[in-house]
């Protein structure tokens, strides 16, 4: 019988047993985890789980759900509240292309998985990657589940003071994984403005920069 990669066999990532995620979750007593079945293993996995739900009438249903596993992720607003500027990134999206963005070419905070990485230590290196930007203190605004309908990640937001100064490196990405990033500077009225017409429509962007624009 030849083995299932990711389940009985490694996969090309080296992992095995991606299908026992989720069958021991016993925090909920309202939920039991039938099967978790593995439906593709590419660099992240998609898992498909039958569980019973007892509802609030009491009665029990099976359900199946989709979950999209991607890891956590971190993403940070860098301002500069002298100039009253925020530096942001431009790059290609292919999903947002897709479904009906024009270029596909977003404007975003800076973002990335945390691989392995505490949040901290992962946002601290996507700045230096995609800004050039060596920060100094950071500050933890929030966490979130961007997509709970359907993906499992966590992304942890953070916000850090930069001035012109602060970018030494000459950022863009990592080319050898496809990132081809502009950096992107602009004044906080104009980034609230393209919000409002729709130039800026990555929600962790949105959050943020209302975020930015409450704490005043």
């Known amino acids: 019988m030849t083995g299932r990669p990711g389940v009985d066999v490694p996969d090309h990532r080296g992992r095995t047993g991606l299908d026992r995620v989720g069958r021991a979750l016993d925090r909920n007593p309202d939920v039991v985890v039938r099967e ?19 509802r609030r009438d009491g009665s029990w249903h099976t359900l199946q759900r989709e979950t999209y596993d991607r890891g956590d992720g971190a993403t940070i607003l860098l301002h500069d509240d002298a100039r009253s500027t925020v530096l942001l990134t431009r790059q290609f999206r292919f999903p947002a292309y897709v479904n009906d963005h024009p270029d596909g070419m977003l404007i975003e905070t800076a973002a990335g998985l945390l691989d392995d990485d505490d949040p901290e230590t992962a946002i601290r290196r996507e700045v230096a990657e995609e800004l050039g930007v060596a920060v100094g203190p950071v500050e933890h605004v929030f966490t979130a589940y961007m997509s709970p309908g ?15 100064h602060d970018r030494v490196g000459p950022g863009g ?11 992107v500077e602009l004044r906080r009225d104009d980034a609230l ?9 990555d929600g962790k962007t949105i959050m943020l920069l209302q975020w930015w624009a409450l704490r005043g």
Not at 36 to 54: K, Q
Not at 193 to 201: K, P, Y
Request: hydrophobic share 35%; charged share 30%.
């Open 36 to 54: 978790v079945e593995v439906t593709s293993d590419g660099w992240h996995v998609l898992r498909r789980t039958t569980f019973d739900h007892r």
């Open 173 to 183: 990405g990592v080319a050898h994984e496809g990132e081809d990033i502009e950096a």
């Open 150 to 164: 359907s993906v499992t990640e966590k992304v942890h937001f953070y916000a850090a003071p930069y001035t012109p």
């Open 193 to 201: 403005a393209m919000v409002r017409d729709g130039r800026i429509v």
